[in-house]
């Protein structure tokens, strides 16, 4: 199968709207391959602090992008052979990611490497631009939103559990300010395009969200 027919699920959406746990339970129902393209972005943020490059410093952190030893392996995500996966999901890793996410040369750097991910039978990608550029051509998009209030009070949770310090009013407050940057960068900004279906999670269950697009995806993927 040519790569390009292999199918592809676009999820797309703003912080914590529940798009990753979404994601890869659609990914896990139809035995799909899973790309979690925030990660990515993570990634680039901590391997440039760890070689001590600054965050506005666009060639470099394109070169980190390229070069960037990572892996994901039974759900770990490791750079560098080392397991990072609790660091790149604090609220500052949060914000560095969402910094160098802004700029076009560190996109260009992580376009190759997220649409070799597309490989049979089929991926399900996450993230605020699949649908619009990294897989235009996606079998079935999606846009999965909630209120800002209901998204911060998921996301308190998540940092809740991990053992993390949360402040429901700093949260909100982190939530807002990276979706304003994520939302009016002039490069892919997040956006409900009218191809994608809106799903919007506030008043239902992950659950919920999984059996609609998995609904869909019968009538425009056929599993
Ligand atoms: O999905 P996430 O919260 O892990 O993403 C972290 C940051 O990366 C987010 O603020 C925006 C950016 N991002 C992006 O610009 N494009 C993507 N496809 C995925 C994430």
Sequence with gaps: MSQTAVPVIAIDGPTAS??????????????????????????????????????????DLARVATNMQIDFQGGKTLLDGCDVGDEIRTELASQNASLVAALPMVRDALLTLQRDFRVAPGLVADGRDMGS?????????????????ARAVRRTKQLKEKGMSAIMDDVVKELRARDERDMNRPVAPLKHYPDAYLIDTTEISADQAVKKILGLAQKSVGS
């Design 18 to 59: 529940g798009k990753g746990t979404v994601a890869q339970r659609v990914a896990d129902s139809l035995g799909f391959h899973y790309l979690d393209s925030g990660s990515l972005y993570r990634l680039t943020a901590l391997a440039a602090l760890r070689q001590g490059i600054d965050l506005a410093n666009a060639p």
């Design 133 to 149: 550029v990294v897989f235009p051509d996606a079998t079935l998009k999606v846009y999965l939103t909630a209120t800002a209030e």
